[in-house]
């Protein structure tokens, strides 16, 4: 990939980095459950981060460099009381939130994996392969997430 094609292709992932934040700030009010909101806004908390990341990258390209990235891991919270699931009141919308989520993350994965794929460079190779695991761990939370709320009714992120 040409360095035009390069930061076309960051500018994109800086974009949908920012909009799945404020995806994830939405759906957390539209969550009952204290646990639900504190997944969502972590997940926000992580999109910003990549957003931030990519902007650093951006300005070191203008260097003819890569940066090396520092991932970020989650941080599952304590549940209060020793309560380790909860169950969710507003069930149909969160659930549909949350499958339009996974589809979200599945193609930043992706669209990270291509990244890594099109660039010789080590720093660059890693940190796009970092960005898409962080990615495929978040779709793989969503996804268990999912699962027990279509099943149960229930949040169960700090168990």
């Known amino acids: 990939m040409d360095d035009k094609g390069l930061l076309e292709a960051v ?3 800086i974009e949908a980095e ?5 995806f994830y700030l939405a759906a957390a009010e539209k969550t009952a459950s204290p646990q639900g909101k504190a997944l969502l806004l972590q997940l926000a908390d992580f999109e910003a981060y990549h957003a931030q990341k990519l902007l650093d ?7 003819g460099r890569y940066i090396a990235y520092e991932g970020k891991a989650f941080a599952r919270p304590r549940p ?17 939130v949350l499958t339009l989520a ?3 993350e599945q193609k930043a994965q ?3 994996q291509r990244l890594a794929e099109s660039t010789t460079d080590l720093l ?27 099943n149960k009714g229930l949040w169960v992120w700090a168990e």
């Open 11 to 13: 500018q994109t992932a």
């Open 18 to 22: 920012r909009a799945a934040r404020e």
């Open 57 to 63: 990258l951006v300005g070191s390209l203008g260097a």
């Open 80 to 96: 209060e009381g020793g309560r380790t699931s909860e169950q969710e009141t507003n069930l149909r919308e969160v659930v549909d």
């Open 102 to 104: 996974m589809d979200a």
């Open 110 to 112: 992706a669209r990270y």
């Open 124 to 150: 660059g190779k890693a940190m796009f392969e970092r960005l898409a695991e962080e990615e495929a761990t978040h779709y793989r939370i969503l996804s268990d997430e999912f699962y027990t709320l279509s």
